[in-house]
């Protein structure tokens, strides 16, 4: 008989109610960077989520809702907040689905409810091309934010330093935060990134605001044909969607947090993301609308742009994005770490070492700047496979999951919620790539490689 002790201890590891595990197998779950920490708060949720949500994306709204105009921009920015918080909902309540288990990473949750093999095909390439694609379009954003730091502050007319030199420099500071062990010894530099998020939204909207509406403003459709802005919408829905892409890091996020029978880890999770969903909510409603009201359709691509005074001002909101990318960076690679660890120690055989994971996390962070550096409109390449990508794991997986798991009764009230969803993330990965491919063909020609 397992004591009562024991038996909460053992969920609190997120083990089988009775750990078969051998202690080769324990002492490698407690080398990953996923399972080797489980004494989190539910505020490191709270920043965690912040940080995942909230990407430098932020400062493109005003130009997708001058794409959008205002009916569907405010629709699709309010819709897409209610579902997102819906799927995520989901995905904390099936963390702990199975009694005495937990699904620490997404892939985990994927075989439970598709099968072992079929859930890793599905989520794993799905989940690698979000996390990746995003470490590296981290890598050019925080380049190029130097970049206009630099520019913003320098007094003479020396030579200008090439964006190139810039990733790198943001890139070095990756080769020093990659070798940190888990999630929650990211927790300082991710609550920085959080408060760095709130800030430079601040100054955004603030700062639009301080501006007051523009004389000659306008907030009809930019393109001049039919055709152009209909692409340019559904471009711009796509813009949109990937506002909410932190679904692929949730349920790693939530793998940091204790728990007992009597204390499932829901309850902190989902106190976390409350409050990071309000935060959400304060950085985007305000830089969309304000952003758009003030400026109309001669707004830029990033909003820091178009303001350019006071020059001080705008030179420390971009220094804030350089913080808070760095933060989104570590965040989304540790799932990535995990995997290549994972796949080496238990698949390869490898020992768990300093070593290996000094050599492996080493090799991925040179891989992404190495791309950022390549192809430095690697942003404007998201639009295409963002839509493929980001739409299932955030609007349409979970709800899939759902089904599968909880099988709700035919026309209840679930059921019904559930297909919504699924019909307007389908319909979300189908159009956004074709308004992604759209732009990609048009800038084409504005593209430098190693700019």
Same mark, same amino acid.
């Given at each position: 008989?397992?004591?009562?002790?024991?038996?909460?201890?053992?969920?609190?590891?997120?083990?089988?109610?009775?750990?078969?595990?051998?202690?080769?197998?324990?002492?490698?779950?407690?080398?990953?960077?996923?399972?080797?920490?489980?004494?989190?708060?539910?505020?490191?949720?709270?920043?965690?989520?912040?940080?995942?949500?909230?990407?430098?994306?932020?400062?493109?709204?005003?130009?997708?809702?001058?794409?959008?105009?205002?009916?569907?921009?405010?629709? %699709?920015?309010?819709?897409?907040?209610?579902?997102?918080?819906?799927?995520?909902?989901?995905?904390?309540?099936?963390?702990?689905?199975?009694?005495?288990?937990?699904?620490?990473?997404?892939?985990?949750?994927?075989?439970?409810?598709?099968?072992?093999?079929?859930?890793?095909?599905?989520?794993?390439?799905?989940?690698?091309?979000?996390?990746?694609?995003?470490?590296?379009?981290?890598?050019?954003?925080?380049?190029?934010?130097?970049?206009?730091?630099?520019?913003?502050?320098?007094?003479?007319?020396?030579?200008?330093?090439?964006?190139?030199?810039?990733?790198?420099?943001?890139?070095?500071?990756?080769?020093?935060?990659?070798?940190?062990?888990?999630?929650?010894?990211?927790?300082?530099?991710?609550?920085?990134?959080?408060?760095?998020?709130?800030?430079?939204?601040?100054?955004?909207?603030?700062?639009?605001?301080?501006?007051?509406?523009?004389?000659?403003?306008?907030?009809?459709?930019?393109?001049?044909?039919?055709?152009?802005?209909?692409?340019?919408?559904?471009?711009?829905?796509?813009?949109?969607?990937?506002?909410?892409?932190?679904?692929?890091?949730?349920?790693?996020?939530?793998?940091?947090?204790?728990?007992?029978?009597?204390?499932?880890?829901?309850?902190?999770?989902?106190?976390?993301?409350?409050?990071?969903?309000?935060?959400?909510?304060?950085?985007?409603?305000?830089?969309?609308?304000?952003?758009?009201?003030?400026?109309?359709?001669?707004?830029?691509?990033?909003?820091?742009?178009?303001?350019?005074?006071?020059?001080?001002?705008?030179?420390?909101?971009?220094?804030? %994005?350089?913080?808070?990318?760095?933060?989104?960076?570590?965040?989304?690679?540790?799932?990535?770490?995990?995997?290549?660890?994972?796949?080496?120690?238990?698949?390869?055989?490898?020992?768990?070492?300093?070593?290996?994971?000094?050599?492996?996390?080493?090799?991925?962070?040179?891989?992404?700047?190495?791309?950022?550096?390549?192809?430095?409109?690697?942003?404007?390449?998201?639009?295409?496979?963002?839509?493929?990508?980001?739409?299932?794991?955030?609007?349409?997986?979970?709800?899939?999951?759902?089904?599968?798991?909880?099988?709700?009764?035919?026309?209840?009230?679930?059921?019904?919620?559930?297909?919504?969803?699924? %019909?307007?993330?389908? %319909?979300?990965?189908?159009?956004?790539?074709?308004?992604?491919?759209?732009?990609?063909?048009?800038?084409?020609?504005?593209?430098?490689?190693?700019?």
């Amino acid at each position: 008989m397992v004591s009562e002790g024991t038996q909460s201890q053992n969920q609190q590891h997120g083990v089988d109610k009775v750990d078969n595990r051998s202690e080769k197998e324990k002492a490698i779950d407690a080398w990953l960077p996923i399972t080797s920490s489980r004494n989190a708060k539910w505020w490191y949720a709270a920043f965690h989520n912040v940080t995942a949500m909230v990407g430098a994306g932020v400062l493109s709204l005003p130009y997708a809702m001058s794409e959008l105009g205002w009916g569907p921009g405010v629709a %699709v920015m309010v819709i897409s907040w209610i579902v997102t918080v819906y799927t995520l909902w989901q995905m904390i309540e099936m963390h702990e689905m199975v009694p005495g288990k937990r699904f620490d990473r997404y892939h985990e949750l994927g075989q439970h409810a598709f099968g072992e093999k079929l859930g890793l095909y599905i989520v794993v390439p799905q989940q690698l091309v979000v996390e990746v694609s995003l470490c590296i379009i981290y890598m050019v954003t925080g380049g190029k934010s130097l970049q206009k730091f630099h520019d913003l502050v320098r007094q003479d007319d020396s030579q200008d330093i090439r964006l190139t030199f810039f990733i790198m420099i943001y890139g070095s500071v990756h080769f020093v935060l990659s070798h940190l062990p888990n999630f929650n010894s990211l927790s300082g530099i991710s609550l920085a990134a959080a408060i760095m998020s709130l800030s430079y939204s601040t100054i955004a909207w603030s700062a639009a605001l301080d501006k007051g509406v523009q004389p000659n403003v306008e907030y009809g459709y930019k393109a001049k044909s039919t055709t152009g802005t209909v692409f340019n919408f559904l471009s711009a829905l796509g813009d949109m969607a990937f506002a909410y892409a932190g679904h692929n890091v949730v349920l790693e996020i939530q793998a940091t947090i204790p728990s007992t029978p009597e204390k499932p880890s829901k309850g902190p999770m989902w106190k976390g993301v409350v409050v990071a969903y309000i935060v959400i909510a304060l950085c985007y409603f305000p830089v969309a609308f304000i952003g758009y009201w003030v400026f109309g359709n001669g707004v830029d691509d990033n909003i820091l742009i178009t303001l350019e005074k006071p020059t001080w001002l705008i030179a420390m909101a971009n220094m804030f %994005v350089v913080v808070h990318v760095i933060g989104s960076y570590q965040l989304y690679a540790m799932p990535v770490f995990d995997m290549m660890e994972t796949l080496l120690v238990k698949k390869l055989n490898f020992a768990p070492s300093f070593m290996l994971r000094f050599i492996t996390r080493n090799v991925y962070v040179a891989f992404t700047m190495f791309v950022g550096i390549c192809f430095p409109f690697f942003g404007g390449l998201l639009g295409f496979f963002g839509g493929l990508a980001f739409a299932p794991t955030t609007y349409f997986l979970p709800c899939i999951m759902w089904l599968c798991i909880c099988k709700p009764r035919r026309w209840s009230l679930s059921w019904f919620t559930n297909w919504i969803c699924i %019909v307007l993330g389908v %319909v979300l990965m189908v159009v956004a790539p074709i308004g992604g491919l759209r732009s990609i063909i048009v800038q084409a020609k504005t593209y430098k490689f190693f700019s």
